[in-house]
């Protein structure tokens, strides 16, 4: 074949190829028309971006790969901002080895401080962020900083873990550090069924210990509890909270709110545990120190009673099932509301056991008590224990109790103080030391020049205001210098200035005959009456006066004036009358005496003679007798109207008759 034959058939053979060839193109199939995608170079050598069925961008450090982002789409570039659709995941590997996955709708990539710089991820849309340690946070936006490996939150969001939902109004998380920051919480619930509405400007989770701290004050809200608290730390593990309480630096306040009434608890600090017993879960706080715990209504004053300057409170529910059990000390101070001023308890220890947000039900205080009240009351004792069924009454016990009313001192084993009114009661047997009647004219039981007072020992005594009446019952005896009382009731009004003696009543008098001569008299009744300002002793049923010299006179009455020495001036006895004088032996109706052993007695009849019998003039009979004690001669007097006289001259004795 001759060469240009040779290249007719070359080009030939070429156009017939280039033929074919377009036929082929025009029929074959071919793939979708994608958009056209632009990205910027990687600024890192050990940093790639690449498209494939998507946006992924792996960013790693010294080798160390930091995160990775992957998106279903890359919808846009604006200024160096890769805007993203269905990011599926951005993982971001911990310096520990583990990694924590996020997902949104959207997001974007930027690089903020230029190219070279750490990238910043914003997410948002249905944000879902998921811990190696269980922890999940919900959003619409978040801010993940690849230089300072922080994820910030501007908007409200969820948070839960293994034991714990929350709430968040926004939160700042920190992977590498296990530290969610927590903004403005509103609610925790740590799966009690009840949860916890939370006021606070920041708080820390840690996520590897489980504990939720809170750096300043905040405030806890429950439908009838708000806590108010300083820096705190506590578990929100189930496990570990039933172990490790929750502390709260303080001031803490702690408020328990059941309608209109309010249980105030202040502290210093406060804890809250929970342990297990056979009974079920039990609660407990401790608060202190200090410490208070007050009672309030409608928010005022406090109503009841309010532990106060306490170095330390605790407060325990559940082991009980009625109400809940405090504790306080060492060292307490329990105030209740007076009309004038307030009552003080003071003690070492204290616990009220049944306390509902109103009141407790019992207050028991022991070691050193000291009781306070208004118009001078006071006591001591060695325990102390207050009723709720009875407000008003506070019983006090000792080896003895001490307490003074005004004036009035009073010792007893048990006593019992009544708020409103004022009265202080002394039982299982008091000694009652009595100031209350110094300067006045009472010449039985005043004190003396010297200042001792009247004392005075019973089962029971009732002291109230000093105005008011002394009650002394049950074995009474009554003593100041030489005069004693025994009965078994005895009242002394001090307003009216009277004492009165009951039953099995035995007074002793010091006195002085005519001729100066000290005596003791004994005046025995049922009853004795005595009036102050008049200075005179009236005794009834089966009276008796006796003297050591041998006078006696007994009557159904016998009415004794004594003057301003305490000596008898006068006594007059009315029924059934009987004396005996020296030798002296009568009887009447009546009868009156004065001037003393030397003075004159004045026998009356009037249903009967009077009768009088003397050795020297033997047996006198008639409706009056008069009797001279300095000259024991005796007189008849019929007195007015018709009269009768009896005389039975005495006999002589056998000297009288030899001589």
């Not at 806590?227 to 506590?234: M, N, Q, S, V």
């Not at 210098?481 to 004492?499: A, D, I, N, W, Y």
């Amino acid at each position: 074949m001759t060469g240009r034959r040779r290249a007719q058939l070359l080009v030939v053979l070429a156009v017939a190829s280039t033929a074919a060839a377009a036929v082929y193109e025009s029929f074959r199939e071919r793939p979708p028309e994608a958009d056209p995608v632009s990205s910027p170079l990687p600024v890192h050598e050990d940093e790639t971006e690449r498209i494939e069925g998507g946006f992924e961008w792996i960013a790693t450090r010294d080798g160390r790969k930091l995160f990775e982002l992957v998106a279903g789409s890359l919808w846009g570039i604006e200024g160096g901002v890769h805007f993203l659709r269905d990011v599926d995941r951005l993982r971001l590997f911990l310096e520990d080895g583990r990694a924590v996955d996020l997902r949104s709708r959207a997001g974007k990539l930027e690089q903020r401080a230029g190219p070279g710089s750490e990238p910043v991820v914003v997410l948002e849309g249905d944000v879902l962020v998921s811990d190696p340690d269980r922890l999940t946070l919900r959003t619409d936006k978040l801010v993940y900083d690849a230089a300072s490996r922080e994820m910030r939150s501007p908007a409200r969001a969820e948070a839960s873990g293994e034991d714990f939902r929350a709430v968040l109004g926004s939160f700042t998380y920190r992977p590498d550090g296990r530290v969610l920051e927590a903004h403005d919480m509103l609610e925790l619930d740590l799966g009690g069924g009840l949860p916890l509405r939370l006021e606070a400007a920041k708080a820390h989770y840690r996520l590897t210990t489980g504990e939720l701290v809170f750096d300043a004050p905040f405030r806890v809200r429950r439908p009838d509890e708000t806590l108010i608290a300083g820096p705190a730390t506590f578990s929100v593990r189930r496990a570990e909270a039933s172990e490790e309480p929750l502390r709260a630096a303080g001031p803490v306040l702690l408020l328990h709110t059941t309608g209109d009434r309010v249980a105030q608890l202040a502290a210093g600090s406060i804890e809250f545990g929970r342990t297990t017993s056979e009974a079920g879960p039990v609660e407990r706080i401790v608060a202190g120190p200090p410490a208070s715990l007050a009672f309030r209504s409608d928010g005022s004053r406090p109503e009841l009673w309010t532990v106060l300057e306490t170095s330390r409170i605790v407060v325990t529910a559940g082991e009980h099932e009625a109400g809940s059990t405090v504790s306080a000390g060492p060292g307490f101070r329990v105030r209740w509301p007076g009309a004038q001023e307030p009552w003080e308890l003071l003690g070492e220890r204290l616990t009220a056991s049944r306390v509902e947000p109103e009141r407790p039900a019992q207050v028991h205080g022991v070691g050193g008590v000291v009781l306070r009240g208004p118009d001078s009351v006071s006591a001591e004792a060695d325990e102390a224990h207050w009723n709720a069924a009875t407000p008003e009454r506070l019983e006090l016990k000792g080896a003895p109790a001490r307490a003074r009313q005004g004036s009035d001192l009073v010792e007893a084993p048990q006593l019992i103080v009544l708020r409103r009114p004022d009265i202080l009661i002394g039982e299982q047997g008091a000694v009652t030391e009595v100031y209350s009647l110094e300067g006045r004219q009472d010449t039985l039981f005043r004190a003396a020049d010297d200042g001792e007072p009247a004392r005075v020992r019973s089962e029971r005594v009732v002291l109230p205001r000093e105005r008011e009446p002394l009650e002394f019952e049950g074995q009474v005896q009554a003593w100041q210098g030489t005069t004693s009382l025994r009965c078994q009731r005895m009242r002394v009004e001090r307003e009216r200035e009277r004492l009165i003696a009951e039953q099995d009543v035995n007074l002793r008098l010091e006195i002085e005959d005519a001729s100066g001569e000290p005596q003791t008299a004994r005046l025995l009744a049922d009853r004795l009456d005595y009036a102050s300002s008049t200075r005179t002793v009236v005794l009834s049923g089966d009276a008796r006066y006796e003297e050591t010299s041998g006078s006696r006179v007994s009557a159904a009455v016998l009415a004794i004036q004594l003057d301003a020495e305490g000596d008898v001036e006068r006594l007059e006895a009315t029924g059934a009358v009987d004396l005996a004088m020296g030798d002296a032996r009568g009887s009447a109706d009546r009868m009156t005496w004065e001037g003393g052993s030397l003075g004159r007695i004045l026998l009356i009849g009037d249903q009967r003679l009077a009768e009088l019998e003397t050795a020297e003039q033997g047996i006198l009979k008639t409706r009056r007798v008069r009797y001279d004690l300095a000259t024991r001669r005796a007189e008849a007097d019929s007195g007015p109207g018709r009269g009768r006289i009896e005389s039975t001259p005495s006999q002589p004795s056998n000297e009288e008759r030899q001589q």
